[in-house]
C-alpha cells in the first residue's frame, strides 16, 4: 500500500516505522523537519518538509495515488481539513484522522470522516481498568 501520514509526532513516527517495517510505500509529511527525529533509524521511506493543508505538498507526497490517508498533527482543525481536502479533492480510498474532542469525532464521523479519538479510547480502557 500506498501511504500518507500527516504528522511526524509521536504516534505519525510510530505509525510510519510500522508500516515501513511491513513493506508498506510510506510518506511522512511535517511541517517541521525536527519532528523526522522520531522516525525510526532504519524508517526506508520519505520524509518531507511541507503542510498537509497545501495540496502542492499532499501532491509531492504522492497523495494523488495514496491507498491510505492518515492525520494525526495536534491540531483536530488541521487534521479534519487535511482529512476532507484527501477525501474529496484526491479521492484517496482510505482516510483516517486523530480527533482529540470525543463530541468532534462524532461530528465528522457523521460527515463520512472517519475519526479516531484517543480521549475516548484511553477514558474506556480505564474505565475497564476500574471496574475489573
Known sequence: ?????MGSGRV????????????????????????????????????????????ASLKKAGIETADVFVAVTQGDNRNVMAAQIAQHIFNVPKVICRIYDPLRQELYQTLGIEAISPTTIFAQILKEKIEG
Not at 1 to 5: D, G, L, R
Not at 30 to 47: E, K, Q, V
Open 1 to 5: 500500500m500506498k501511504i500518507v501520514i
Open 12 to 55: 505519525g513516527a510510530q505509525l510510519a516505522g510500522l508500516m515501513d517495517a511491513d513493506g508498506h510505500q510510506v510518506t511522512v509529511l511535517d511541517t517541521d523537519a525536527y519532528s523526522f527525529r522520531r522516525l525510526p533509524a532504519d524508517f526506508g521511506g520519505t520524509a518531507l518538509v511541507g503542510n498537509g493543508l497545501d495540496q
